[in-house]
Each structure stands twice: as C-alpha cells, then as structure tokens.
C-alpha cells in the first residue's frame, strides 16, 4: 500500500513508540491522528508541522469500547477514512503473580488487548468495506518468552498475537491485513521507569547488547503497513532476544 495520503490513526501516540509510529507515517506523507488519554497539546501537534500533510489529536480511552466509536467517527469525518490503524497503546502494572489481584489483572489486559479489540472492531467494517486496510498489534516479546512480575502484561501481549492471527484470518480475502510487532527492549518512559541494575541485566540477555529506539520500531511499522502480501505474521524487533 503507498502511504502517500492515506490516513493512519496510531493509539497511545503522545510519546514513545507510538509517537515514532506517527512520525514515521508523516514522514512517508500519510495524515496522522494521535492519541492518548490526556490532552494533545499544541507544542505536540506543532512537532509535525514540517511534513505537509494532516495532523489531529482525538483522545480517549480505547479500553472504553463507546470512547473507540466516538474517536473512530470523529477521525473519518475529519479525514475521510482510516486507511491503516496502529494499536499501539499499552500499559504495565507489574507484580509477582503470589501479590498480584485481579484488578491488576483485568486493568492490563483491559487496555493492552480489549482496548485493541475496540479500535479494531470500530474501523474493520468501513476497511472491509473499502476493500483496503492494514492493523498493526503492538505486542512484545514478552508475549513469546514471559517475564518474571509480569503475567498480566504477557497474556495481554501473547493475546494479541492469537488476536492477529484470528482477525487476519477473517478479512484476508477482504484486502485487509492485520500483523502484529513484538518489540524488544525499546528505550521509552515505559522502560525508563526500570531500576538500572534491572536494564543493565535486561540488556545482557540481548545478542546485540543495546537497548533499541522507537524509531527501529517505526520503520518495521510502516513495512508491515506498506508490504501488500503480509498477514497474520508477528514481526520480533529485539535485538536477537527471540532468535530460534
Ligand atoms: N518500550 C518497550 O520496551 C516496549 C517493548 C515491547 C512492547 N512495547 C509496547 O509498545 C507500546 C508503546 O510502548 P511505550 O514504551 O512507547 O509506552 P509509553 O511511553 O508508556 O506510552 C504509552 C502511550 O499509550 C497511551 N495510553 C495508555 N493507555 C491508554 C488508553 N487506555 N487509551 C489511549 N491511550 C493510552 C499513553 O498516553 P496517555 O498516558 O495520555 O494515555 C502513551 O501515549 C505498548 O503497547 C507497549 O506495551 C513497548
């Protein structure tokens, strides 16, 4: 697919990897909404200004299913379509699963995989409809592996590559993709958050011995987005941590 003037909602898109997912997008010249639960600021928006093409800040909530409805629609009244989504947003709330509730449970998998499941709903029938579209999962590759405090965050992460594969299944003779990334340690303020000593044995599991940057995600997204004969595929980008 040319990303040239097409429309690219990416969630959870105010920082991080989702925001390098909505520059690399407007770089390629696709429209781009961004999104979180806070306000888009303007100072945000005007990061973008540079690239010629259409930048709008719609947020929400997508683990509410009537908030993904309401952003979806406001996006294809003010751009026409949504041509490509990035389910990108996603949260941890890390325990070791003997302290672990289920509401810390529940509140993981409500925004890393329902919260998917909204937006995708909300955008596949007018996608099916056009014949066209591309789905990118955000997942992780702890999802493939586990990790140690963090069984809510991998089931939400492994759920959603089965969510891929499924709904992938289900409108590939409809010209629509859907595929999923499993990123690595990526530097972000999801990982800035962990304890040094924990980076620094985090990086020594990683064959190539670095932390990798928003924007190595960013250029697996826009390929996954533009490559015509790809679905259902998980795409590990980690620094070798996943090699079989
Ligand atoms: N960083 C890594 O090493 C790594 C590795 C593998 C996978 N990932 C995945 O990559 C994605 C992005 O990670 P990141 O490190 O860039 O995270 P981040 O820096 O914490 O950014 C998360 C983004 O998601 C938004 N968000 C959170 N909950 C939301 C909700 N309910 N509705 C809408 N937006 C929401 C946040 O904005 P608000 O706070 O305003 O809501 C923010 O824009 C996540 O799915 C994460 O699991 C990250």
Known sequence: MELKNKNVFVTGSTRGIGLAVAHKFASLGANVVLNGRSEISDELLAQFADYGVTVIGIS?????????????????????????????????????????????????????????????????????KARQGAIINMSSVVGLMGNVGQANYAASKAGLIGFTKSVAREVAARGVRVNAIAPGFIESDMTDAIPEKMKDAMIAQVPMKRIGQAEEVAEVAAFLASQEYLTGQTIAIDGGMTMQ
């Open 60 to 128: 929400g909530d997508i683990s509410n299913g009537e908030d993904a409805k309401r952003m979806v629609a406001e996006a294809t009244e003010k751009l026409g379509s949504i041509d490509v989504l990035v389910n990108n947003a996603g949260i941890t709330n890390d325990k070791l699963m003997l302290k672990m509730t289920e509401e810390d449970f529940e509140r993981v998998l409500k925004i890393n995989l329902t919260g998917a499941f909204n937006m995708t709903q909300a955008v596949l029938k007018p996608m099916s």
